[in-house]
């Protein structure tokens, strides 16, 4: 299973270095717009979260990350069975 990191962050002056380390331990890196952009920008592979939830930022993108994709994900009990499928959805 492929280990994956959520990055959302305001202030940005550290996080490309924070993102390689991610990267180069095998994690897949989900990000919000204007995070993914500056990742982007220094060669890190990142997935845009609006492209998970298929659902874009709203109001002037203070509204990112709140979706049932990302909190099922973040949520989840994997000791328990019953979630398992639903993660998968």
């Known amino acids: 299973n492929t280990k994956t990191a959520l990055i959302t962050v305001y202030d940005k002056r550290n996080i490309v270095n924070f993102a390689k380390c ?3 331990a095998g994690y897949r ?3 919000t717009s204007g995070t993914a952009k500056l990742l982007a920008e220094n060669n890190i ?3 845009e979260i609006s ?6 930022e709203i109001l002037d993108g203070r ?3 709140l979706h049932p994709v990302i909190f099922g994900g ?3 009990d994997k000791n328990n069975e019953a979630h398992i499928p639903e ?3």
Do not use: H, Q, Y
């Open 29 to 31: 890196i989900i990000s």
């Open 74 to 76: 973040l949520l989840a």
């Open 51 to 56: 492209d998970i939830t298929k659902f874009p």
């Open 45 to 47: 592979c990142v997935e």
């Open 63 to 65: 509204v990112k990350t």
């Open 22 to 24: 991610l990267r180069d």
């Open 87 to 89: 993660t998968r959805k």
